[in-house]
């Protein structure tokens, strides 16, 4: 049998075609993945009762040569749990990182944080983990804007708690925080009496602890430290969260503490359930 020269070239063109066009796709998923990329770092805490990790997202233009704002994407559950989904994750799916070129950091914690520090248990440290260990190491590491200008926080539930706690007692620390169906019972004494004081003390350690941190002690206490810039976002929604919600909306209406509010529709209690960019668009506001 015989062949043809001109068949023998078009077959090894069309080999090195096809050859080029999977090199591309590999080259074009390669780049893909290395700009989604979500960096960890583990590291030693004292406040904590071991080793914890820091998830770092930067936006795909990322330069050392410019200053950035960081948004805090505090996490729900204890590290590795990503039982209600991945904040990050959510980030990266709505592109927020490179609309708004933000650095997004989610810090783990050993155990269920409600960012606070325990009046008993010293490796539950939660508050001090996040500002004396989270907050420097990211701020040696990146070219963040190292003023409260440059710090934004977002969570929901527990760690929508810990948004607003962390504002309000450190207005000079960080610039906004946005909460959405916020763990807010604790507070408002929704639940039951005997299952409050008992969820205080094993979160807390004591009552007198859980004032240092509760919403509406600190709206009394820090609302003139907040100054008369909006800088909460109330995001609440209906559920079992929402008549607390309320509660302390009204408060910040009657204490004049500027603040924006929105009830809203049931959602699924996840990070996936789409209430995200409207929250990081307040956050990143002028």
């Not at 039951?192 to 979160?203: F, G």
């Not at 909306?249 to 995200?276: A, C, Q, T």
């Amino acid at each position: 049998m015989e062949i043809e020269k001109n068949d023998i070239g078009c077959s090894l063109r069309n080999v090195l075609f096809l050859t080029f066009l999977l090199f591309s796709f590999a080259i074009t998923s390669l780049f893909a993945q290395s700009t989604n990329s979500i960096k960890s770092y583990r590291i030693y805490s004292p406040f904590q009762k071991d080793s914890t990790t820091i998830r770092v997202l930067l936006p795909d233009n990322f330069s050392f040569h410019k200053t950035y704002k960081v948004l805090y994407v505090l996490p729900v559950r204890e590290q590795g749990n990503r039982k209600n989904g991945d904040g990050l994750a959510e980030i990266i799916k709505n592109d927020l990182h490179n609309k708004y070129e933000l650095i997004c950091v989610s810090p783990e914690f050993t155990h269920l944080p409600w960012y606070a520090d325990h009046s008993n248990d010293k490796t539950r440290q939660d508050e001090s983990h996040f500002l004396k260990t989270i907050l420097p190491f990211v701020d040696e590491n990146y070219p963040t804007i190292k003023s409260k200008e440059g710090r934004l926080l977002i969570g929901f539930s527990k760690s929508g708690w810990g948004a607003l706690t962390l504002l309000f007692r450190n207005p000079e620390t960080f610039s906004k925080a946005a909460g959405w169906d916020i763990g807010i019972r604790m507070d408002t004494n929704l639940m039951n009496d005997s299952e409050d004081t008992e969820a205080i003390e094993y979160t807390f350690g004591d009552l007198g602890n859980f004032e240092k941190y509760r919403v509406s002690t600190l709206l009394k206490n820090n609302r003139q430290k907040l100054g008369g810039a909006s800088r909460i976002f109330y995001y609440n929604t209906e559920g079992n969260r929402a008549k607390g919600g309320v509660v302390i909306h009204n408060l910040m209406v009657v204490l004049g503490v500027p603040h924006r509010y929105l009830f809203e529709p049931k959602r699924k209690h996840r990070w996936d359930s789409g209430w995200i960019p409207r929250a990081v668009d307040f956050l990143v506001e002028d």
